[in-house]
């Protein structure tokens, strides 16, 4: 009998080819590279015609990873940006201006494609919002909790999550006291509630596949009531921020301080029994710590954690409606020994059969995300850029990173899509008519020719610029353009219509003005459905 730690590997064999050995084409390294990275480079499609995509991922899990910097500032910005401070002090030290600037510098430049990917979506499911976390050190080193696990395990993510000073701002978890009846006090439900709705396991019992399991009535079965949120509630009091730098008091209450994570206080926390899921009740009588201990691992090992968080991050990386038989495969993943490892569950994801080849075309794809629109268009076309100008658009396409509006972050994962309520089309949430006016401006300022001049503000700024040179020499032969277009836009899959329409718009100007004919070609391609929504 083989060890139990060695009993996922002939599934994960064969999700990974087995003993394939040969490399992608370019159009499946095209696609393949569109769900697990920010968009195919040249160097990255080259290196794929040489690995399988089992391959390429073990390489992406043995690279170190991209960081943040944003060091610790006084909370006070009349102590941290005092008269006589740059004009740039508050915009780099009291904004998320720094740290929404390097994700765009790593996304677009650094090598750890899919941690940074994954991390991005982890971010967008257990969600901070920069709304409430401004300080860049404090969302810094929230964002780092999902690069530093992204390859790890999904326990130590919701542990570092629970006990993460923003999280405990944003959700109300830092300082909050155990029950005084005589004082009308009762403990703050608000991340208790979260952790349960939006971070592990959803409202409805679900199948290993996602679908919900129905109750004798022939409805879907709560997956915990309200004396469960209120159990988890009480097991977490009692815990502040760790003391800030030069700290004369530590107490319970201390302020808000981002660089370590939370601590204990026992007087504060509640030492009655507390009812959990799955019919858990904890003893009375335990500290602070072993309440929240057993509480992650109580939720860790829901059977929901699987399917729900699995189906999400399909929906991220690959398709807004995977088949329950995909999510259940994915599902086990997850469930597997030992449990919840990240790199088993994204080997699971990506070289799903279904993530290359869809079951049902019909049902198959996204929307790619504002982030992902840009990033993907600007990797492909081969863009130099020091990621300022492509961070300044994300307001205007209502995606500024890291500052989602709400804790259900920039669209839920079950926004119905608009010409099919029966599928879901999470970034439609924020797609619209006016949404696609905006996003045309974008592309047409990117693809102008011009060079998007660098900010003297930003230290070794280079600016954005796409070389449409190999562009312009092809649009002498417009059938040369397209068909170049389709290969590098497109992975080589193009409808015969739009493949007209490019032919069509790459003969309007003159063969005398050839970056005409390459900017009408591009824009159209770039604006096109069958390039925003990826298949």
Same mark, same amino acid.
């Given at each position: ?215 004798? !009535?022939?409805? *879907?079965? /709560? %997956? +915990? ?6 159990? &988890?509630?009480?097991?977490?009091? @009692? ?79 690959? !398709?807004?409606? *995977?088949? /329950? %038989? +995909? ?6 993943? &997850?469930?597997?020994?030992?449990? @919840? ?84 089309? /999470? %970034? ?108």
């Amino acid at each position: 009998m083989l060890p139990r730690r060695l009993s996922f590997l002939p599934l994960l064999l064969a999700l990974a080819g087995g003993a394939q050995a040969e490399g992608l084409s370019d159009g499946d390294a095209r696609r393949f590279l569109a769900q697990a990275s920010f968009g195919p480079t040249t160097a990255d499609v080259a290196a794929l015609s040489q690995m399988p995509r089992y391959g390429w991922l073990q390489r992406q899990f043995a690279l170190s990873g991209s960081d943040y910097v944003a060091p610790y500032v006084d909370p006070d910005s009349s102590k941290g940006c005092p008269t006589g401070s740059p004009e740039t002090c508050k915009r780099d030290n009291y904004t998320l201006f720094p740290i929404q600037l390097q994700f765009f510098q790593n996304a677009l430049n650094q090598p750890d494609q899919l941690r940074q990917r994954t991390a991005l979506a982890l971010s967008q499911i257990l969600v901070v919002s920069g709304n409430t976390i401004k300080l860049p050190n404090a969302m810094a080193n929230y964002q780092r909790i999902f690069l530093r696990n992204a390859f790890g395990n999904y326990r130590d993510i919701l542990k570092e999550v629970t006990l993460s000073p923003a999280m405990g701002r944003y959700l109300n978890m830092a300082n909050n006291a155990k029950a005084n009846p005589a004082k009308g006090i009762e403990p703050n439900e608000n991340y208790a509630r979260e952790v349960l709705q939006l971070f592990s396991i959803g409202l409805w019992e679900l199948n290993l596949d996602g679908t919900p399991r129905l109750g004798s !009535t022939g409805q *879907p079965i /709560p %997956a +915990y009531d309200q004396e469960t949120v209120e159990g &988890f509630a009480h097991v977490f009091t @009692g815990w502040t921020y760790a003391p800030r730098p030069g700290a004369t008091r530590n107490r319970f209450g201390n302020p808000a301080y981002y660089d370590a994570p939370m601590i204990a206080f026992q007087e504060q926390h509640d030492t009655g029994t507390k009812k959990l899921l799955s019919g858990v009740v904890l003893p009375g009588g335990q500290t602070a710590a072993a309440d929240l201990d057993a509480a992650i691992t109580n939720i860790f090992n829901h059977p929901n954690v699987g399917p729900f968080i699995g189906r999400q991050l399909i929906q991220q990386l690959v !398709t807004a409606n *995977p088949s /329950p %038989a +995909y999510v259940a495969r994915v599902a086990s993943a &997850f469930n597997a020994s030992p449990r @919840g490892d990240m790199k088993r569950v994204l080997t699971a994801i990506l070289n799903d059969p279904e993530a290359s080849s869809a079951a049902d075309p019909s049902r198959f794809g996204k929307l790619r995300e504002p982030i992902v629109q840009m990033t993907h268009l600007l990797r492909t076309l081969g863009a130099r850029s020091d990621g300022l100008w492509p961070m300044k658009q994300m307001s205007s396409l209502s995606q500024p990173v890291f500052s989602p509006p709400s804790v259900f972050s920039f669209f839920p994962p079950d926004y119905d899509l608009p010409v099919d309520p029966s599928l879901d089309g /999470p %970034a439609f949430g924020i797609f619209n008519a006016s949404s696609a006016f905006k996003l045309s401006s974008v592309f047409s300022t990117a693809l102008s020719g011009k060079p998007i001049a660098p900010d003297a503000s930003i230290p070794n700024a280079i600016g954005t610029t796409i070389d449409l040179t190999p562009w312009v020499t092809l649009a002498v032969q417009p059938a040369s353009l397209v068909s170049e277009i389709k290969r590098v836009m497109f992975a080589g899959r193009m409808s015969a219509a739009l493949e007209s329409a490019l032919l069509r718009a790459a003969q309007i100007a003159p063969v005398t003005k050839p970056l005409d004919r390459a900017k009408a070609a591009l824009f159209l391609a770039a604006m096109s459905p069958e390039y925003l929504v990826e298949n």
